[in-house]
């Protein structure tokens, strides 16, 4: 298995633990994290990593994009 190969299982997995294509959002981020992690243990290129480590965010991103931010009215609520 090439090492792109691998990488894309990881983004498959992260994806799902985020922000998967069918149902709500999971936002199980310690998992995603679990599987970051795994990835930086086991690839040798660090380009892949750092991609790896670009796609965590950006499905972050996408998710705060089409459902907002769940937190904003909890981080507002302090600013008087």
Known sequence: MSDEDVA??????????????????KLNLAQAKKELSQFKKI???????VDLMAYYVEQGILCTLEYGDMYETS?????N
Do not use: R, T
């Not at 690839?43 to 990593?49: G, H, I, R, T």
């Not at 981080?75 to 600013?79: E, I, T």
């Open 8 to 25: 894309l299982k990881y983004k498959k997995a992260i994806k799902k633990q985020i922000f998967p294509d069918s149902g709500f959002p």
């Open 43 to 49: 690839s040798a290129n660090p380009e892949s990593v």
């Open 75 to 79: 981080l507002m609520s302090g600013k």
